[in-house]
């Protein structure tokens, strides 16, 4: 246990590392949203923004050893992984410079080289997946961790409750991160989730279960830094809840009319960007100058990232028909 | 150099050889070992037809039993295979698919579409399927049809021990997710396969038998069941040509439409469930693209539009056998306008 | 003879933290507290309590009670009246634990249950006045409250809410410890520890690297939690007016063996231990940190903030359970046929040793 608080210390550097990060998640999100309406993006959106100290504060503790599986809601959590900004965006304009050849669309953004296994279109595909990750780790050896995101609806899945129980079965370095921000489309988790808390299920599945702010970055990435660490140390899997909203809707063009006015709330009182700016700014380990510059550095990269998009080509007919197989 | 073993043993074979060969070729399944966490021994059955039988013990630690999750454990062999490992993982009987289908056909078959050719999945997906075992409606179906449908899955189907070894290799050398299909009714057969390590191509046929006058085109068991037939009607002065399609996806066209264009007569062999199967498939295909050589209707002989009787009575007459082929050839053969 | 109201407050996450994770605290689950509940209920029922003011919650306690009440009707009505604190915004933080309490007190409850760990009942207590409180145990360090089977514990709390035992013989007060940087201020009931953590994050404390200085209401030998530490080497009970301090450092020549946290019993250096008078004001020695009240970290505060930690002997009136039991023996309160003389209500005799 010595030690733990040596690893969870962030420099400077680190912070202002996780501060953009969260920032580029925060502005990529609220410009999509922006984008979104003005009809130029195809298909459907689902938008993380609010609940970004949680994909932050997990990966802020991960390397290239390490895997995650993520969501619809995946935008958050490929940009905490270092997916690239600018391929992101084209993929989600639907363009041949995005991050799959415009051939996924914002619920299927992947980048294995950066261990980013994709976001998911099937609520619960990604558990299973990250068991077999996990295990690929543990076999060769490598010390890495997989983590799946998920969300409350997520958890009520069999795929998910099959996935945990498999993990502890086989003591996979796992780490299953439910996203409970209240919400499966318009169903309430405390309607739809039996237990009331998720965290309550690990029990049941042989690991532990800790519920954490999910508005709060450091309280994230503390826990995240002790299930990781478990995880790599042959410990076994670990669920953590984290507790918070969704800014926007199941997806753009969602009314939004099943909700009461939690958002205008959370985004003054519990808001983790800002939380995590009065935190660093208060402690002195980084000043708002810093912070400034990061917005403004972060704004820029979206904005090109949009510029890109919508100058970039599309997809070539040809392209329809390839990568089926490696070799069919 | 070759001698007669088993079906089940030679795809046995075939994992261990590529086992020996490749060290992230991985097994996984329900009682592949058999005994975990048990108080007796461990490698108990090795399968529940015993397929995997030996490989627990002969490569310690890559044969991992599971619980009854499939949706988790198939998942995780794709996942694995897309994180370096070549899992081989079995669906018990393909009639358990309706459990985990979601993993193998839009997890496993899209990624390297929907990644933009930048995932690799080589994963195999073992499975039994078949009637005639007296095993029921939830144990007994073909389904291969609903895997064909897929684009982004490989289709395998062998009906004989040679190409159970040589296909189950390529199957785990092969770069994309690969459906296995074993005929539980063909275990027990014994055929000549040589000792060495070999691959057969998937998408290649084998003219089981050549013949002028009528093209069988089967799969599987079929195959046997048309060879059967076909020895029948050779009495009878009539000729078929018997082609094992070997797999459905990829398929080999050629050497249908080459037969077909020969013999002018086609019937179609297919154990599985009439409507949107590999008959009809077939069917489709010959008449898009052979219509001219065409000088008969295409027969189809196969299963009822039924599940599986459970009664001897019932599912022998469910399994489409020699004499209704022998009936069909018949009906193509003498066929005028 | 008025209502006899009691109050009970249930955390809903109260086991739930990263101690969980990073030794092996207790999982207790919500069907076990909601449990607890009912077989109170059914206590307080037996013993003449008329109302239950219950704090409502999204964790699933206050609904199962619920459930559990809407089977009952029609049935044998032996349980209070129950009426769900309900009509504020859950926050899912402490503040619902005080905000529901603050709601009892003014309801004019005579006694406040609280169901959780050290963390619950401290939060109860800030909240409490005078009112009379009693802890039971369901969350992780339990050592404020009383591990203590839940029926048991409703029939001392309805006989001191009905006024049948007086709560002056049987509640007392504890003492308190208040930790203040500038205008920010938090009560803690056991222990006040000084870490060098830079932020609260996920609030326990576990890690005895990261510990400065520790100050104790109380340290009892068997306590679980940071206060064991000095509970081996200068135990201090509930009941003595002082309490103690003492550096915490890694290097210190005095080396104790303590449980800091379920599962987790680990060397810690301690040094220059010295009591706490009742009302004197430490300083704390740290230039900045965070200081955790009862094993969670609170408050941070920074170079030039100077916090101190002051022993206050106005802390809650806590019901002590055995001894509420015991003087219902002696008064024969729960003999049926009562004995002559043993009435609800009925003010204090010379078998109390005094009178009025």
């Known amino acids: 246990m010595t030690g733990t608080v040596e690893r969870r210390a962030l420099t400077r550097e680190q912070l202002l590392s996780v501060y953009r990060t969260m920032r580029a998640i925060r502005e990529f999100e609220e410009r999509v949203h922006a984008e979104f309406a003005t009809g130029e993006i195809p298909g459907f959106v689902h938008l993380y923004a609010g ?93 890495g961790v997989s983590v799946a995101f998920f969300g409350d609806g997520a958890s009520n899945q069999g795929t998910t409750l099959e996935s945990m129980n498999l993990a502890s079965v086989w003591s996979l370095p796992a780490i299953f991160v439910a996203e409970n921000n209240g919400y499966a489309e318009t169903t309430s988790s405390t309607w739809s989730v039996a237990s009331d808390n998720i965290a309550d299920r690990a029990a049941g599945f042989g690991m532990p279960g800790v519920i954490v702010d999910g508005f709060d970055f450091f309280a994230v990435h503390e ?40 958002v205008e709330h959370a985004r003054a009182e519990l808001d983790c960007l800002k939380r995590f700016a009065d935190r660093v700014t208060e402690t002195g380990e980084l000043t708002q100058a810093d912070l400034d510059v990061a917005d403004a550095e972060v704004a820029a990269t979206i904005d090109r990232a949009v510029d890109e998009a919508k100058a970039a080509p599309l997809p070539a007919e040809a392209d329809l028909l390839t990568d089926v197989y490696v070799r069919y | 150099m070759a001698r007669t073993i088993t079906y089940r043993e030679a795809i ?185 390590s070999y691959a057969l191509p998937f998408g290649e046929a084998n003219v089981m038998r050549e013949g002028g006058d009528v093209t069988i085109v089967a799969l599987g068991r079929m195959v046997h069941t048309s060879l059967e037939a076909a020895q029948q009607l050779a009495a009878a002065g009539v000729e078929c040509e018997v082609i094992d399609l070997r797999t459905t996806s990829p398929l080999d066209e050629d050497t249908v439409l080459e037969s077909v264009e020969g013999t002018g007569r086609l019937v179609v062999v297919d154990e599985a469930n009439p409507r949107c199967s590999v008959a009809t498939d077939i069917s489709a295909l010959v008449a898009q693209k052979a219509f001219g050589s065409l000088r008969a209707p295409v027969e189809m002989v196969t299963a009822p539009h039924t599940p599986v009787p459970f009664s001897n009575a019932l599912e022998d007459i469910y399994i489409p056998d020699a004499q209704r082929i022998v009936n069909a050839v018949k009906l193509v053969a003498e066929w005028t306008r | 003879m008025s209502d006899a109201v009691v109050g009970v407050v249930a955390n809903p996450l109260s086991g739930r933290d990263i101690r969980r994770l990073v030794t092996q605290a207790s999982v207790f689950p919500t069907a076990e507290k909601a449990n607890m509940i009912q077989r109170m209920l059914t206590a307080f029922g037996a013993v003449g309590v008329q109302r239950v003011l219950l704090s409502t919650d999204l964790g699933g306690i ?101 006024g049948t035992v007086p709560a002056d013989g049987v509640a007392t ?135 101190t930690v002051q022993l206050r002997a106005d802390g809650p009136l806590c019901v002590d359970v055995p001894a509420v039991l015991a003087a219902s023996a002696r008064l024969g309160l729960l003999r049926r046929p009562p004995m002559p003389g043993a009435q609800p209500g009925f003010p204090r005799t010379d078998r109390l040793g005094g009178a009025t």
């Not at chain 1, 753009?252 to 006015?261: H, K, N, V």
């Not at chain 2, 075939?14 to 005994?35: F, K, S």
């Open chain 1, 51 to 143: 609940e970004e100290a949680s994909a932050v504060g997990v990966c802020s503790n991960l390397d290239d050893r390490d895997t995650i599986a993520s969501t619809h809601r995946g935008h958050g959590h490929c940009i905490a992984k270092g997916v690239d900004v600018s391929e992101m965006m084209a993929e989600i304009y639907g363009r041949r410079t995005g991050s799959c050849h415009g051939k996924g669309g914002s619920m299927h953004i992947a980048d294995l080289s950066k261990g980013m296994l994709g976001a998911n279109g099937i609520v619960g595909g990604g558990p299973p997946l990250i068991c077999g990750t996990a295990l690929a780790a543990k076999l060769k050896g490598t010390g």
């Open chain 1, 223 to 262: 826990a995240a830094s002790e299930a990781i660490a478990r995880a790599r140390e042959g410990g076994g899997p670990t669920l953590l809840e984290m507790k918070f909203t969704r800014y926007f809707g199941h997806f753009e063009g969602d009314q939004q009319t099943y909700r009461a006015g939690e």
């Open chain 2, 12 to 196: 046995n074979e075939a994992l261990a050889q590529e086992m020996e060969r490749d060290e992230t070729v991985i097994v996984m399944g329900e009682d592949n070992a058999g005994g975990e966490g048990s108080p007796g021994e461990m490698d108990a059955w090795g399968g529940v037809l015993g397929v995997t039988k030996g490989l627990y013990h002969r490569f310690p630690g890559r044969v991992l039993d599971t619980p009854i999750s499939e949706s988790a454990f198939i998942g995780a062999a794709i996942g694995a295979a897309t994180a370096g490992m070549r899992p081989v993982a079995e669906l018990m009987f393909v009639d358990f698919m309706g459990v985990c289908f979601d993993q193998i056909y839009n997890q496993a078959a899209k990624f390297r579409y929907m990644f933009g050719g930048k995932a690799v999945t080589p994963v195999v997906i073992r499975t039994m399927y078949g009637a005639g075992l007296r095993a029921a409606a939830q144990h007994s179906q073909c389904l291969y049809p609903l895997f064909t449908h897929v684009p982004g899955l490989k289709v395998v189907l062998p009906a004989t021990p040679y190409d159970a070894k040589g296909l189950m290799t390529q199957a785990i050398r092969d770069n994309d997710p690969v459906m296995f299909f074993e005929h539980k009714a063909l275990y027990d057969l014994a055929g000549p396969v040589p000792e060495e």
């Open chain 3, 62 to 162: 206050s609904s199962a009670v619920f459930r559990a009440i809407e089977r009952r009707r029609g049935q044998d009505g032996r349980w209070p009246e129950v009426e769900f604190l309900d009509g504020q915004p859950i926050r899912q933080t402490a503040q619902d634990t005080v905000d529901a309490v603050r709601r009892m007190v003014a309801a004019g409850a005579q006694m406040i249950v609280c169901l959780g760990g050290d963390g619950t009942a401290r939060v109860t207590a800030s909240a409490a006045g005078d009112v009379p409180m009693l802890a039971l145990s369901t969350g992780t360090n339990n050592t404020f409250p009383a591990v203590r089977e839940a029926t048991v514990a409703g029939l001392a709390a309805g006989l001191v809410a009905t």
């Open chain 3, 173 to 307: 007060r504890a003492k308190l410890l208040e930790a203040r940087v500038g205008d920010r201020a938090e009560t803690a009931l056991i222990d006040v520890a000084v870490s060098t953590e830079r932020h609260v994050g996920s609030r326990a404390v576990w890690d005895p690297a990261t510990l400065t200085q520790l100050f104790c209401a109380f340290a009892e030998p068997d306590a679980i939690g940071l206060s064991s530490i000095l509970g081996q080497l200068f135990p201090v009970s509930r009941r003595e007016t002082h309490g103690v301090t003492a550096r915490i450092a890694a290097g210190a020549a005095q080396q104790v063996l303590a449980p800091i946290a379920p599962g987790l019993v680990v060397p810690v250096g301690v040094s220059e231990i010295e009591p706490m008078q009742p009302g004197s004001v430490h300083s704390v020695g740290a230039r900045a940190g965070v200081i955790a009240v009862d094993g969670e970290r609170e408050l941070t505060f920074e170079p030039g903030e100077q916090p």
